[in-house]
């Protein structure tokens, strides 16, 4: 079969794909256009995620095209030891305990240590389009790409000046891995990738030399390494960052971007959270379900594979549909329904599952869930343009919004007091 992912139907609306997939009794899918098996049932996915053994995350940040020869002579030089999401054993359970040490992954220590910053920055944003009553405003630019990278980049020590060099950067590296680049701009992306690469270095060799004193991530994954290449090199600090960096911005706001869609969508939704913000968490739940912002993962094996009545042999890329995965229906009923009062059932695959387990899970629903209070409660009026489509970039694995126009409307004041008081009641840690 084709998966055909940058056109047509899978462009516009993947979950049309994603159940035609799902109703075939067959366990795998081999899609020539990409050379990549498609697994989609949820089981399936939730196994090749929590089983290391056979499906490896080596080449999960290599394009699955071949790159034209000018474009491979600097994807060549760029050499960043494996840590996180393209490391397996031993590797992965060494760089993963100096991850979890030093990046804040459960909800009281991502309260603890950033919610500070995520309110500061929410703030900002909300303020300034609260500024422009009655202008046209894209909220993927303004607001859902924004608000994750100022975040990730404030955690991560990173002076607010690179803002734009490193989006464009991250950016590059999104489309060059898992888009469909020209020849040309393959060469472009690629010599992007390398100077993002070299400035990660940078910026952790020159902390290293200042010191580790600070608090933020570089500082204490220095800290950590206490100068033994053991426990962590100075390599693999800056590969750390070189993946934080990318990882911690551009999914968030694909989360945001999303939420932000299906809030507006319907009007009385997003009023319905100004005056009453407490189902914010189960609706971005039912979110990161319905529309992960990551909806195919790569993985590769280690052995041959039977899923059902397939059997993929060993050296075989595979394309893990979390997106398709989420819509089992044999684990959800009713699955291709977006139903923010859905009652908690198994876990969603969106962040993952197993010993690659999203770190920034907590923090992202933080940031989203913040987002979603203060932007409701700051604009209850807030609507899409008339003329908004939805449309997505050419991407398998990260879905995007191209924009999200919106018209900032004041609108109505919140209700009563009480209503008022339950819209800044402070966030549950
Ligand atoms: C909605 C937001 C997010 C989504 C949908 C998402 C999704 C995922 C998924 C599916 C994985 C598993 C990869 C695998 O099994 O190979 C993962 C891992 C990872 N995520 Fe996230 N992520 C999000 C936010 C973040 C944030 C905010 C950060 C950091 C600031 C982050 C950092 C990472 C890292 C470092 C890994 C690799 C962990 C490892 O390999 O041990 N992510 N994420």
């Known amino acids: ?42 089981e399936y996915v939730r196994r090749a995620l929590g089983d290391p053994s056979t499906f490896a995350n080596a080449l999960t940040l290599l394009p699955v095209y071949q790159p034209t020869p000018e474009a491979l002579a ?57 500024a422009r009553p009655g202008e046209r405003v894209d909220l993927i630019a303004e607001f859902a790409a924004d608000l994750p990278l100022r975040v990730v980049l404030d955690i991560l020590g990173v002076p607010e000046s690179d803002v734009g060099r490193i989006k464009q950067w991250s950016d590059g590296q999104i489309a060059l891995i898992w888009g469909c680049p020209s020849a040309d701009e393959q060469l472009r992306l690629a010599q992007g990738l390398l100077d993002f690469w070299r400035y990660c270095q940078d910026l952790v060799a020159r902390r290293a030399r200042k010191g580790w004193i600070g608090t933020d991530f570089v500082s204490r994954a220095l800290a950590y390494r206490g100068g033994d290449d053991a426990v962590l090199t100075e390599s693999e ?53 319905y529309a992960p912002a990551i909806d195919g993962w790569l ?17 075989a890329r595979c394309l893990l549909l979390i997106g398709a995965a989420n819509r089992d229906s044999a684990v959800y009923r009713d699955p291709d329904r977006f139903d923010p009062h859905r009652s908690v059932g198994r876990e969603h ?14 923090l992202a629903r933080l940031e989203t869930e913040i987002a979603l209070r203060r932007l409701t409660a700051a604009i209850p009026g807030l609507r899409l343009a008339a003329d908004y489509s939805r449309s997505y970039k050419a991407n398998f694995a990260f879905r995007a919004h191209r924009s999200l126009p919106a018209i900032v409307d004041i609108g109505v004041p919140l209700g009563t007091p009480a209503q008022r008081m339950m819209a800044s009641v402070p966030e549950a840690a």
């Open 1 to 42: 079969m084709q998966l055909n992912p940058y056109a047509g139907a899978y462009l516009t609306d993947p979950g049309i794909i994603w159940r035609r997939l799902l109703d075939d009794p067959v366990g795998a899918h081999y899609a020539d256009d990409l050379g990549l098996w498609l697994i989609s049932k949820y």
């Open 349 to 362: 695959l969106s962040f993952g599952y197993g010993p690659h387990f999203c770190i920034g899970a907590a």
């Open 74 to 130: 600097v994807i060549s030089q760029i050499d960043p030891p494996p840590t996180t999401a393209a490391a397996d054993p031993p590797t992965h359970p060494r760089t993963r305990k100096a991850l979890r040490a030093t990046f804040a992954n459960t909800d009281r220590r991502v309260e603890e240590q950033y919610g500070g910053i995520v309110r500061r920055r929410v703030d900002q944003l909300v303020d300034r389009l609260a």
């Open 237 to 289: 600090v800056a590969s750390m960052a070189f993946n934080l960096l990318v990882a911690g911005h551009e999914t968030t706001a694909g989360l945001l971007a999303h939420a932000l869609d299906f809030a507006l969508t319907e009007p009385d939704r997003w009023r319905g959270m100004a005056v009453d913000p407490t189902g914010i968490p189960s609706f971005v739940a039912e979110t990161l379900r």
């Open 299 to 315: 993985r590769l094996t280690l052995r041959p594979v039977t899923l059902g009545d397939v059997t993929i042999p060993a050296g």
